[in-house]
């Protein structure tokens, strides 16, 4: 079998209510994580595109529910079930990723970023 062409990371971390940093799947449903499964094998993918489960991604300010895909380290934030079906046939499959989710490459991974809500420094 040839190696997947995509991985799709998707945080499925809970914490406590009320935490300052809040989380993404604060139900404990991984609805998220089953919506990209059952995508990618509607659309035929899954010998080519992976859905992974994960724990926190480290980006909670652009949550709830943060998803990285590689190779290309493109970031999504705010994602919903809504939005499953267009990052799968836009980006998972055709190579184009969804501008309207996306993370600007400079607010990853630093505390300096202007777009998060709460102000928490990374470390
Ligand atoms: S809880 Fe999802 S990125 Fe941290």
Redesign the pocket.
Known sequence: MPPFERHVFV?G?R?EEGHP?????PAATEALHKAFKATIADRGLARRVRANKAG?????E?????VVVYPEAVWYGGVTADDVAEIVDRHLAGGEPVARLRLDDGCINTGACAHKPRRVPVG
């Open positions: 945080c971390n914490r940093r809040g989380c993404c799947d926190c991604l480290d980006q909670c652009h949550g709830p529910a943060v």
